[in-house]
C-alpha cells in the first residue's frame, strides 16, 4: 500500500528531506518523521487496547508523522513489564487493535507495533520473587537502584515458545490491519539480554560466541517473517552498544546488521545503551543529549542497505533534518517532541517553527506519571488535568467504533 503524500510542503527548502516518502519493505509512508515507540500505558490492565490510547495514536497521525510506531506491546503475559501494557497474545486481541490500526490509516500513517518480551524486567516488581523471569541466564542484576534481584535461566522450551509467541503475535498484528512490526532487541529487555556477553553466559546453542548470542534475535525474526506475508513491514531496535565492560559493542551490532538484512529485516531502529547501563557515571545524562544516537545510527546505516530511522533528542527540526542529510540514515525518530506536540510534522511542514511546543522539562513528567498513564509537562493545563489525551483540540467525533 502506497499513501500518497497529504502535507502541504512549505517554502523552507531546509526541510524537505523531512518531506520526502519512506520506503520501507514494500509500503511506503508519507515522510520521514517516525513516531517512535513511547510506554504511555494508556491501555488497561487486562492488556487490551482502549479508546484514550487510539486517540493517542490517531493524534500523532493526524498532526503528520509518516509512521506510528506504538509503545512495546509483550507477545505474551510472563513477558509483559507494566500494569497498564498492551498484550499481543490471543485473538481477543484483534478488535481493539483492528481499531486502532484503521485510526491511524485514517490520518494518513503507516502503523506499526512495537513487540516486546521484557525478559528480566517483567512485572510486576513488587512481587519479583513470585513466578520466572525469563533470561538468558540466572545473572543478578539492579532491578531499581536499591534492589537487585536474580531472573531465571530461561530453558530450550521456553525460547521455542517464546519465538513461536512473537511470531503469532506479529501475526495478529498483520491481521489487525498493521503495517508492520518493530521488534525490540534492546533496553536490555529478553532479546538483547541474549545479545549481551554480560547477561548471556549459556554454553549452549543460544550462548557462547556471537553465533550463538544472536540466534534468538534471528530465529525470532526468521519466525515473524514465516508467519506473515512479504509485504509486512519487519523492523529491528536494536542495541547498538551497551556501552560497558565487557557488553554488547557497536563492532557486534554492525556484524549482525548484514545478518538482519539476510533474514528478512526491512528496517532497524538503533538504540545505544540498556536500562542497566544508561545509569552508569559514564551514560548518566544520555538520553537529554542532543542526537546521542547519531553515531551509533550512522554507522548502522553504513553496514547495511537498509532504511535506518534514528531517534534521540532531535527534536529541532533543523536537527531533524540536518541527521538525514549528514547521517546516511533514512528517517528521523521523535518520541517526547511528539508527545509534547503532536503537530510537530504539520508546523515543519508549514514553516510554523515558532508554533511548536517543545519538550523541554528537567525531570521528565513523562517518565514519572508513566506507570499510571503518561502526562507531558508541555502541555496545555487543560489537557494535563484531563490527563492522558495528548492536546488540546482533539476531536471527539474522531473516534467512533
Ligand atoms: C516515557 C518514555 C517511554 C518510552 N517507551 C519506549 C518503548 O516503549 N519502547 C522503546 O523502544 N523506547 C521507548 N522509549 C524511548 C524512546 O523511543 C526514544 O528512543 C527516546 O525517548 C529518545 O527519543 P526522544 O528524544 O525523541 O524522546 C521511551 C521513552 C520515554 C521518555
Ligand atoms: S513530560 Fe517533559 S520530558 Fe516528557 S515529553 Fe513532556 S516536556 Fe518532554
Same mark, same amino acid.
Given at each position: ?7 502541504? /510542503? ?31 500505558? !494508556? ?30 506491546? +509483550? ?15 490471543? @485473538? ?28 528480566? !524486567? ?15 541466564? +540466572? ?12 531472573? /531465571? ?15 503469532? +503475535?506479529?501475526?495478529?498484528? @498483520? ?85 538482519? @538484512? ?29 542526537? !546521542? ?68 522539562? +528537567? ?6 506519571? /508513566? ?31
Amino acid at each position: 500500500m502506497t499513501l500518497v503524500p497529504d502535507l502541504p /510542503q512549505g517554502n523552507d527548502t531546509a526541510f524537505t528531506a523531512l518531506f520526502t516518502p519512506l520506503k520501507l519493505g514494500h509500503r511506503t509512508a508519507r515522510n520521514r518523521i517516525v513516531h517512535a515507540p513511547m510506554s504511555v500505558c !494508556y491501555g488497561d490492565a487486562d492488556g487490551n487496547v482502549t479508546r484514550p490510547q487510539i486517540e493517542h495514536y490517531a493524534r500523532r497521525a493526524q498532526g503528520g508523522a509518516g509512521t506510528v510506531i506504538t509503545e512495546n506491546f +509483550a507477545v505474551n503475559a510472563s513477558g509483559r513489564q507494566m500494569r497498564l501494557q498492551n498484550l499481543v497474545d490471543g @485473538e481477543q486481541r484483534l478488535p481493539g487493535l483492528r481499531r486502532l490500526a484503521d485510526e491511524v490509516h485514517r490520518h494518513g500513517a503507516l502503523a506499526m507495533v512495537q513487540l516486546v518480551h521484557a525478559g528480566r !524486567y517483567a512485572g510486576p516488581w513488587d512481587v519479583y520473587d513470585s513466578r520466572r523471569r525469563l533470561a538468558p541466564s +540466572a545473572v543478578p542484576f539492579p532491578l531499581t537502584s536499591d534492589r537487585t534481584v536474580t531472573p /531465571q535461566e530461561i530453558t530450550p522450551e521456553e525460547i521455542e515458545e517464546t519465538i513461536t509467541a512473537f511470531g503469532q +503475535a506479529a501475526h495478529l498484528c @498483520e491481521r489487525a490491519g498493521f503495517d508492520g512490526v518493530d521488534l525490540h532487541a534492546g533496553q536490555g529487555f529478553l532479546i538483547s539480554g541474549f545479545l549481551s556477553p554480560r547477561t548471556n553466559r549459556r554454553t549452549d546453542e543460544w550462548g557462547g560466541g556471537f553465533d550463538g548470542r544472536v540466534r534468538f534475535l534471528l530465529e525470532v525474526l526468521r519466525e515473524v517473517r514465516r508467519r506473515t506475508g512479504p509485504d509486512f513491514v519487519v523492523g529491528v531496535h536494536l542495541m547498538t552498544d551497551e556501552r560497558v565492560e565487557g557488553g554488547w559493542t557497536l563492532d557486534n551490532a554492525l556484524r549482525l546488521a548484514p545478518l538482519l @538484512e539476510a533474514a528478512g529485516a526491512d528496517f532497524l531502529f538503533g538504540v545505544p545503551t540498556s536500562f542497566e547501563t544508561m545509569r552508569l557515571p559514564a551514560n548518566s545524562g544520555l538520553m537529554d543529549r542532543h542526537g !546521542y544516537a547519531l553515531t551509533d545510527n550512522s554507522a548502522l546505516a553504513r553496514a547495511t542497505s537498509l532504511p535506518v530511522m534514528v531517534g534521540g533528542r532531535l527534536g529541532d527540526p533543523h536537527a531533524a533534518a540536518r541527521a538525514l542529510e549528514d547521517h546516511h540514515v533514512s528517517a528521523i525518530a521523535l518520541a517526547r517532541p511528539l508527545f509534547t506536540d503532536p503537530d510537530w510534522p504539520r508546523k515543519v511542514s508549514d514553516g510554523a517553527l515558532d508554533a511548536i511546543r517543545g519538550c523541554s522539562c +528537567a525531570t521528565a513528567r513523562c517518565l514519572r506519571t /508513566q506507570l499510571t498513564g503518561a502526562v507531558c509537562e508541555g502541555w496545555p493545563a487543560e489537557t494535563i488535568e484531563r490527563g492522558y489525551l495528548g492536546y488540546d483540540d482533539h476531536d471527539d467525533e474522531r473516534v467512533r467504533s
